[in-house]
């Protein structure tokens, strides 16, 4: 597996280089190329848990500092999260085969497009802290150059530079906790710093860095500012893997360094995760149900997802730590799930935006609509992953959150008062989560896909590319396919539950028949269970019995009457509720206070022919307390310093000499 995995590295480092060389005529072969060798990485890491193999001893090769070789290993965890990555690398490079020729400069995208791969896929099998944080920089770097790739969209440039800021934040993080958990010996190989974790201060201080670090990159409130500003300005199969795939890194990166290299985590710190999880999961959703453009809905719809997954973590943290083993297992195998799941429904919503954006030019919400006549495939797939996300059964959306639920209400038996009354405070938060979901992606595909068109372009769209169509059909059967069978997945992430919370997932303690595959009982056989199948199967006769019943008790005859008015008089696009009315009711309940939002009415007087209008302004508080002050600091400071441009030779000299006495002071005091 191990040698796969780095095979793959190679072959997509090769293909980027090739992509360098070759141009743009070479493009669809490199996406096909990097496809190939996805689904290959991806294949070897169900055959790695499958089989349960025995953990290798680490491949070291002389390579990197001087004083320390490159360290690479596989375990469950690695192959868990490579089997995310390159289903999800799998699919968005199929997609591209038919998008990429929609780029405004390909050349700028196609060489990066495998480097990004090969450098998620290495940041997963690095096994000292030089190899990784080498892969997350390159990772980082190769990310920055996609969403630059489209500089000269307006907005774009600057979108490249926040994100660039942060991951340079990320990193140093990282590499400050890597220096706090290798201590005074330097040992930075993960087995070192497995069998000697950080003690005390030094630990939390290290467990925060950790936290900061890696959140910047998942896009964990509040250092998610970067993401709605690069994933709507990288080439949409680009987003599907930064919001699908990369942000995933992050979380493994979380739970590497928590669950394995930093020993035993106080409950504190599980706490911790629980309440950014959730904060982020409120925050996220609210920014996405009051958004106009379909790829900032998504990824503000990202910072959701990622904020349920730590959510969950944070749980099985907390449960861990009290010798709660059966609900720690539970928390975590809900952790993983929705990493699973939120990688293949938000690829396929990503990829659904591409299809609008190539077919119509718009992703504004206000500019489309009536899609499902003109691109009747799309909206299918479309339809699948919003009510995925929305987490409606029999999906896989639902599955994850529903066993996140259970973890929830399992949590009155913690020890600690302030996790009894927290903990459910923040599921309160998730149920609030998911019901704004759903009102978000029905809202979303409402406005994109029914109605009427509401611009020219939208009515002349035609059907996108088959390999377009044929990405997003492979990611919704997987979305039908996780929700109908999760115990398949749970079953491939048993050995990996078993070694972070001590025991097995409880459907899978006694071993499974043919029928425990069709059942989820997460605690107690027999309470709080679900099957995707009896719901799939209820669900179809439910639709056929009523197609049925409607067929057969209506009347044939044949009556005419005026078309009911409602706000339809006129056969005019703009009667209709735009996206800004449909979510004005939750936007005044909930984003005046939490998103600052303000609208004004200019509506002139009678016989005013000016037109009337309606603003509205929302603001980030996020960026307000954190972000801004920072800016506005560096620009006063580089205002001041730039006066040193402008000094005489003399004045130059002066400094130097000054310099210099200070610099001998403080040599001779130093002695």
């Not at 630059?148 to 800021?165: D, E, F, K, M």
């Not at 609210?286 to 719809?301: G, I, N, P, Q, Y």
């Not at 097995?504 to 425990?516: M, Q």
Request: with cysteine; hydrophobic share 60%.
């Amino acid at each position: 597996m191990l040698s796969v995995l780095l095979a793959v590295v190679l072959f997509l480092l090769a293909l980027g280089i090739a992509g360098a060389v070759f141009g743009v005529p070479w493009a669809a072969r490199i996406y096909a190329a990097a496809a190939c060798a996805c689904a290959v990485a991806a294949v070897a890491a169900v055959v790695f848990l499958v089989a349960r193999a025995d953990v290798p001893e680490a491949l070291v090769l002389p390579v990197g500092l001087p004083w320390l070789s490159a360290h690479f290993r596989i375990d469950a965890l690695a192959a868990w999260f490579a089997l995310v990555i390159n289903v999800a690398g799998t699919a968005s490079a199929v997609f591209a085969i038919g998008y990429g020729g929609h780029n405004d400069e390909p050349a700028r995208v196609v060489p990066f497009f495998p480097v990004f791969l090969a450098a998620m896929n290495l940041v997963l099998v690095a096994d000292d802290a030089f190899a990784f944080l080498i892969a997350w920089e390159f990772m980082s770097l190769s990310s920055w150059l996609l969403v630059l790739s489209n500089h000269r969209r307006p907005g774009n440039a600057r979108a490249a530079q926040v994100y660039l800021v942060m991951a340079a934040l990320g990193t140093a993080c990282l590499l400050l906790a890597f220096g706090i958990m290798a201590g005074p010996d330097g040992a930075y190989r993960f087995a070192s710093i497995r069998d000697n974790p950080p003690q005390g201060a030094a630990a939390a201080i290290a467990l925060a860095l950790v936290l900061l670090g890696t959140g910047s990159k998942a896009g964990l409130v509040p250092v998610h500012a970067w993401l709605p500003l690069a994933h709507p300005a990288a080439p949409s199969h680009v987003s599907a893997l930064m919001s699908g795939a990369m942000t995933k890194v992050a979380i493994y990166g979380l739970v590497r360094l928590l669950f394995d290299l930093a020993g035993p985590v106080p409950w504190g710190w599980g706490a911790a995760l629980v309440a950014v999880g959730a904060l982020s999961a409120v925050i996220g959703i609210l920014h996405a149900v009051v958004e106009r453009d379909l790829k900032t809905l998504l990824a503000f719809s990202t910072v959701e997802n990622v904020g349920i997954a730590v959510m969950a973590f944070g749980l099985a943290i907390v449960f861990r730590t009290n010798a709660m083993g059966t609900l720690a297992a539970l928390a975590f195998t809900a952790a993983l799930f929705h990493v699973l799941n939120h990688a293949i429904m938000k690829s396929l919503m990503f990829f659904v935006a591409g299809a609008v954006e190539v077919s119509t030019g718009q992703r504004d919400l206000e500019k489309l609509g009536g899609l499902i006549h003109r691109l009747p495939v799309t909206a299918t797939l479309a339809l699948i992953g919003a009510a995925s996300i929305a987490a409606l059964p029999p999906l896989n959306g639902f599955v994850s959150e529903w066993l996140t639920f259970q973890a929830v209400l399992n949590s009155p038996s913690l020890p600690q008062w302030v996790l009894k009354f927290g903990v459910p405070v923040a599921g309160a938060l998730l149920a609030l989560s998911a019901a704004l979901a759903a009102a978000c992606f029905v809202r979303a595909y409402g406005m994109a896909f029914l109605g009427r068109p509401r611009s020219r372009k939208a009515a002349e769209a035609v059907e996108v590319a088959p390999s377009m169509r044929w990405a997003m059909a492979g990611l919704a059967g997987l979305c039908i396919g996780v929700g109908i069978l999760p115990m398949v997945p749970a079953a491939a992430m048993a050995p990996l539950v078993r070694r972070f919370a001590g025991v097995d997932f409880a459907p899978l303690a006694d071993g499974l028949s043919f029928g425990d595959f069709m059942l989820l009982a997460p605690v107690t056989p027999g309470v709080s269970s679900y099957s995707g199948f009896v719901v799939l199967i209820a669900v179809v006769a439910v639709t056929l019995a009523s197609i049925e019943g409607v067929h057969r008790l209506a009347t044939n005859r044949l009556r005419r009457a005026a078309a009911w008015d409602c706000g339809f008089p006129d056969p005019s696009p703009a009667t209709q509720y735009t996206a800004s009315s449909f979510a004005q009711p939750l936007r005044r309940v909930y984003a005046s206070t939490v998103l600052r939002a303000r609208d004004h009415v200019d509506m002139p007087e009678p016989g005013d022919a000016r037109p009337a209008r309606f603003t509205l302004s929302m603001r980030d508080l996020a960026w307000d307390a954190f972000y801004a002050p920072v800016e506005r600091g560096v620009t006063w400071l580089a205002e001041r310093m730039n006066t040193l441009q402008f000094l005489t030779i003399r004045r130059y000299l002066v400094f130097m000499f000054t310099a210099l006495i200070v610099l001998l002071v403080t040599v001779a005091l130093a002695k």
